[in-house]
């Protein structure tokens, strides 16, 4: 069926068929798949009375709404699903364990630590792992691999459990973002001489949201002025109700510098564990789980930290973990130890594979190298393809310039290079969050892990973007490079600092305001015919200035009959000049040939507001 025309814009229609597009499509690939004209679909967005640029990705109800209006049926297939669709296709699931309930085993829980800046979350990690005996045993020499797992003893059983080594919910909710559900349990840990603090209640939120029950450490009991009990009853109002007042939740009394209280602390993990979740696991089949960590050492290639989720990771598996794939060469245990195999809720550092995987990467064991590396390519083709397309510089449209001047957006675009991915993750995250209102946008072109390139350099210069560097500096001649053609690098070691610094960058670039200004008016006296210049008004001017080039609009019985025009002639008898004032006779072009005796030439000019 063949519309008229939508809008003035000829475009053929649909038959309801189903038109699969990727989350955050433009334009551009909606005409590819529909073979028509990208113009054509931005003419009739303008005309649904959205301005969108045939390359700009837009969000999930623009399709929709497109879709609609052309007769087709869309479906916008997310990131993930899109990777499911890959894996299918391999005869690969990620995400059930095989098998039925009775091929379940019970598995240790996952725990991050989260609290307010300064209650001790990163002394209580480091106190944990220390009465590890297995670490004593080993001579305590614990490495920070992003997690950890320790034993203990609860009812006379041998007990694991496993800490996530990087505290506060900054990672752990980028994690979750990504959709890797690697936490089991929380243990908030609040100081008993501070208090709840924002942070505190932050957190909670975070762990609620995602489902997670929560144990609260009460740290620093060892201080003056610790009141454990206030903790609680604080605690009472965000729904944390301790046992002792009758409620579920426990609390458990530390001090981490002390090293007191940790057994009873990791005793309570084990007990509310066992009381709200139910963690199971199939260690018998092909291992999949999510890297927490990972970098690039000198030595011995890419290092990643995996959790392992269920199945047993074994040395000389193929694995595939987001767009890195390999060989696992060695496992090694957070002692820096070679382990053969890890099973479920085991962190282990993998080494062998090809690539730095990014924090929240999933991973799975395939059944051959040749597997391994088809996803990873798949994989990385697609993100290829869709950097490219952000990529892509922005289309002009002359029919709409106009109206995208008034509405077009104006973005920053950054590269977060840190030490670990976990923390480029988490400033990502971070970043994206930072809210400047609608006429900015922000957005992450690139990012890894190590030091600053020549190649980060270039993408930056290619696409003006800022480098934000955490913990890192640039290698070789990056900085050479950086410092001639002009591309910004910023450090930094603390994430606030830099989410503070790009918000108030974000503010500078606001698009400025503007507003007008009147410079002058002229009453048109007489209407000169001038060949190849048109009809030059006979003015005498009424107020103020008229300057030549000021923009001007034409009134004539208090209407206006004419905008954006442009003093494009000024002349006084025969002279061209480029003012004429107040009470003189001049004559002026406006480029516009409808003028008529009695009609005000109105000049003003549009002055930027400051920024409040
Ligand atoms: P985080 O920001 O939550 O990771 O806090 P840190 O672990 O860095 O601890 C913040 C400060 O509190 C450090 O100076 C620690 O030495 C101190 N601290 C942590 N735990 C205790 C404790 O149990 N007792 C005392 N007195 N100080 C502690």
């Known amino acids: 069926m063949q519309a008229p025309s939508i809008g003035g814009v000829q475009i053929p229609r649909g038959t309801g068929q189903v038109i699969r597009l990727s989350r955050g499509a433009s334009l551009s690939d909606f005409a590819d798949k529909i073979g028509v004209n990208p113009a054509s679909l931005v003419q009739v967005m303008f005309h649904l009375g959205e ?4 390359t700009q990705s837009v969000n999930d109800e623009t399709l929709q709404l497109l879709g609609a209006e052309l007769n087709y ?10 990777d499911r669709e890959l894996l ?5 699931e990620f995400g059930e364990d095989e098998g039925s309930d ?13 609290g307010h800046v300064d209650h001790g979350k990163t002394k209580l990690l480091d106190a944990i792992r220390h009465t590890n005996v297995v670490a004593k045993e080993a001579g305590g020499i614990t490495q920070h691999i992003g997690a950890y797992q320790v034993t203990t003893e609860v009812d006379g059983r041998e007990r694991k459990i496993t800490f996530i080594d990087t505290p506060g919910h900054e990672a752990f909710t980028a994690m979750r973002a990504r959709g890797a559900e690697t936490t089991d349990l929380v243990v908030l840990v609040v100081a008993a001489d501070d208090g709840v603090k924002p942070q505190t209640t932050e957190a909670l939120n975070h762990a609620q949201a ?19 009990r206030r903790v609680r009853s604080q605690l009472t109002e965000y729904g944390l109700v301790a046992e002792e007042f009758g409620g579920t939740t426990l609390f458990v009394d530390v001090s ?7 057994d009873d602390l990791l005793e309570a993990v084990v007990l509310t564990a066992d009381a709200e979740l139910d963690l199971r696991a199939n260690p018998q089949q092909d291992a999949q789980g999510v890297a927490i960590e990972a970098h690039l050492d000198r030595g011995r290639g890419p290092v990643a930290t995996v959790l392992v989720q269920r199945g047993t990771l074994h040395v000389g598996d193929s694995i595939v973990c987001g767009e890195a794939f390999g060989r696992v060469r060695a496992l090694l245990d957070e002692n820096g130890r070679p382990i053969e195999d890890a099973p479920p809720s085991r962190p282990a550092q993998v080494l062998g594979l090809t690539a730095v995987p990014d924090a929240g990467d999933s991973f799975l064991v395939v059944s051959d190298d040749r597997v391994a590396r088809q996803i990873a390519e798949r994989r990385e083709a697609r993100e290829r393809t869709a950097m490219f397309a952000q990529r892509r510089p922005r289309v002009t449209l002359e029919d709409l310039e106009s109206a995208l001047k008034r509405g077009e957006r104006q973005e920053l675009l950054l590269i977060i290079k840190g030490d670990v991915s976990g923390s480029v993750e988490a400033l990502e995250d971070a970043l994206l969050k930072i809210d400047v209102g609608e006429d900015v946008v922000l957005r992450v072109i690139g990012r890894g892990v190590g030091a600053i390139t020549q190649d980060d350099v270039n993408l930056a210069i290619a696409s003006s973007a800022v480098i934000v560097g955490f913990n890192v500096r640039p290698a070789g001649r990056a900085g050479e490079l950086a410092q001639r053609e002009g591309v910004d690098i910023r450090y930094y070691t603390v994430i606030y600092q830099a989410i503070e610094e790009v918000e108030a960058a974000l503010k500078g670039m606001l698009k400025p305001e503007f507003e007008e200004a009147q410079l002058g008016t002229a009453e048109v006296r007489e209407v000169f015919r001038v060949p190849r210049v048109g009809n030059v008004a006979g003015s005498i001017v ?12 034409l009134v004539r019985d208090g209407v206006v009959v004419a905008e954006s025009l442009t003093v494009e002639s000024l002349r006084r008898f025969k002279d061209d000049v480029t003012e004429v004032r107040d009470g003189y006779e001049c004559g002026v072009g406006v480029g516009y040939n409808d003028i008529k005796v009695g009609d005000v030439i109105e000049t003003y000019e549009m002055r930027e507001k400051p920024r409040s």
């Open 102 to 114: 009775d091929d379940l085993e019970a598995r240790p829980p996952v725990v991050t630590v989260m």
């Open 88 to 92: 299918e296709s391999f005869h690969l």
């Open 256 to 262: 981490a510098r002390e090293g007191y209280g940790i």
């Open 542 to 553: 009424r107020s103020g200035t008229i300057n030549r080039a000021s923009k001007a609009r």
């Open 51 to 54: 301005m969108v640029t045939a």
């Open 73 to 82: 049926n869309i479906q916008v297939v997310s990131p993930e699903e899109e």
């Open 210 to 228: 995602a489902d997670v029950p929560v144990v609260v450490a009460v740290n620093k009991i060892d201080k003056e002025g610790a009141d454990p």
